[in-house]
């Protein structure tokens, strides 16, 4: 890693290499070797791997190195909306961890892994009474997967009744995951645009339904964090064309306890558990997407699922209608585990008050930088909220990415910006309930500096972060030609001229 001036703030693994150096000193052979690797064919025997001979202390050393100088929500508060980058409580890791969990092999034998199974269907059922469905499963790793599990139920509850729908609905201001998984799924996706309010506008719905629609595909509270208004009207509108309605519940937090998307007539939805269920999820992975279902959709869902009977626990794929697995074994199951002792340890009441702080926290926010900052929509928030820094960009070419990289240099980490995409310079803040009032007013002051620093001084926000370990990324050729792999060449020149360089 290096900072622009190329002094090398932390060597790769593979540079810190030594010959001959090692971690752990291995005792010498003392039994016979086993026979069989003299006739192993030479293709398939690995020698001379080229892993980096490091020091058990180079390694320790190297990675608390690393974890210092990346950010993460153990070091501050991280206002990443649509994200729920919430405190993750150590007893989670602690349980993920207890070896009959985290050794368990997924082939053995039901009768070995009851606790495990036992765990699962739990969760499952919980998962269930809070969505107000009827069943769930978890083995999708992703909400993204989540979706399209229910999309692929969807299309096969529609096969089994003869019904040829060829269509999905997804508002304006969906996630990106919502069309593309439809698209992915073979169904063609049609945009129903929101109105002045930030709520689905229920007479374009109306017009854009009809009998080949098979899913409508609804954020509540939308990305905008705004809770739709009309939902039961909308609800009822696409039941009334005979279509199913999905609830995108990647980030549930606001509802837990106070509102069940079933009540409100929703068929299926899929829950992050990596998100409203605290299993950690910075860096990219790994998540978990549960999708619960309504009895409709339940003969659909993915297999094997967990069945109980005299309290013995088994895996059955006896269920003709299911659309098959989505996933080898049953997805991620350490995530799982913490998402079931995030349950446990905070209870129903625990769970309601989780709801209750992080709307407060995010319209205690969203009423501070307000009028600072542009509040497309004036409605009370759910979990997040929507700002605009339009006005920066337009009086003084700072965009919001400038702002977000500032931030930075001030301690936090960056809201979510540019989405949804109908806010234009849009900046998405969801402080989450784990932050305290001290730490929200901090943000809030670093917010209040850096509009007084968009007009007085929108150079410096440009070329924002000043303090950070690395400056700007070339983030399109970060995405476009990763470097991924240590070849111990040294990486081609960056090109100024070359088109992957264009600024996002
Ligand atoms: C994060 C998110 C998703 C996608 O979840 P992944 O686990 O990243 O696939 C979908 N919808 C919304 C609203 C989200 O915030």
């Not at 994200?83 to 007893?91: A, F, G, L, Q």
């Not at 269930?128 to 299309?155: D, F, H, I, N, R």
């Not at 930088?369 to 006005?391: A, I, K, N, W």
Request: glycine share 8%.
């Amino acid at each position: 890693m290096t900072r622009g001036d190329d002094s090398v703030l932390e060597r790769l693994i593979f540079e810190l290499s030594s010959p001959g150096r090692q971690g752990l000193l291995l005792p010498e052979l003392d039994v016979p070797e086993d026979p069989s690797l003299a006739e192993m064919p030479p293709g398939l025997l690995r020698e001379d791997l080229d892993f980096p001979e490091v020091s058990q202390i180079d390694v320790v050393r190297h990675f608390t190195r690393l974890s210092a100088l990346n950010y993460h929500i153990d070091k501050g508060m991280y206002p990443l909306g649509s994200c729920t980058m919430k405190y993750n409580p150590k007893v989670n890791d602690q349980m993920a961890g207890l070896p009959g969990f985290s050794g368990l092999h997924p082939l053995l034998p039901d009768s070995c892994a009851q606790g495990a199974l036992e765990l699962i269907h739990r969760l499952g059922q919980f998962l269930a009474s809070v969505a107000g469905m009827e069943a769930c499963t978890l083995q999708p790793v992703a909400g993204a997967q989540g979706e399209l599990t229910a999309l692929m139920m969807a299309k096969a509850y529609y096969a089994r009744k003869g019904e040829s729908r060829t269509r999905v609905l997804v508002p304006d201001s969906a996630h990106g995951t919502n069309p593309a998984s439809a698209a992915m799924c073979g169904f063609s996706v049609s945009e129903v645009p929101s109105n002045q309010r930030g709520s689905t506008d229920l007479e374009a719905l109306k017009k854009a339904l009809d009998d080949r629609v098979a899913l409508v595909m609804l954020t509540n509270p939308n990305t905008l964090g705004l809770f739709e208004e009309e939902i039961l009207e909308v609800i009822r509108a696409c039941h009334d064309v005979g279509a199913k309605v999905y609830c995108d519940g990647a980030n549930s937090n606001a509802l837990l306890g106070h509102a069940r998307p079933g009540d409100m007539g929703f068929d299926v939805m899929h829950f992050n558990l990596h998100k409203t269920f605290s299993t950690p999820h910075g860096g990219g992975g790994p998540g978990a997407g549960a999708v619960c279902c309504s009895r409709d959709l339940e003969p659909f869902l993915p297999v094997p699922r967990v069945r109980v009977q005299d309290e013995v626990y088994s895996w059955s794929r006896d269920f003709p209608d299911s659309i098959g697995p989505v996933h080898s074994f049953h997805g991620n199951f350490g995530n799982q585990v913490r998402a079931f002792t995030y349950i446990l340890s905070l209870g129903l009441e625990g769970l309601r008050q989780i709801a209750t702080a992080a709307v407060l926290n995010a319209n205690y926010l969203r009423v501070k930088l307000q009028d600072s900052y542009e509040l497309p929509y004036v409605r009370t928030c759910m979990h997040e909220f929507v700002l605009s820094g339009r006005q920066f960009a337009r009086k003084k070419g700072v965009k919001t990415l400038d702002i977000g990289k500032r931030l930075l240099d001030l301690g936090f980490y960056a809201p979510t910006i540019y989405f949804p995409l109908i806010v234009e310079e849009a900046l998405m803040i969801e402080p989450t309930e784990s932050e305290s009032q001290v730490s929200m007013d901090r943000f809030i002051e670093a917010m209040l500096q850096i509009a007084r620093e968009a007009d007085e001084d929108p150079e410096l926000l440009r070329k924002a972060p000043h303090s950070t370990p690395v400056g700007r990324f070339d983030e399109t050729r970060a995405a476009r030609k990763p470097i991924l792999r240590w070849t111990g060449e040294e990486p081609p020149p960056i090109d100024p001229a070359s088109p992957d360089r264009k600024s996002p």
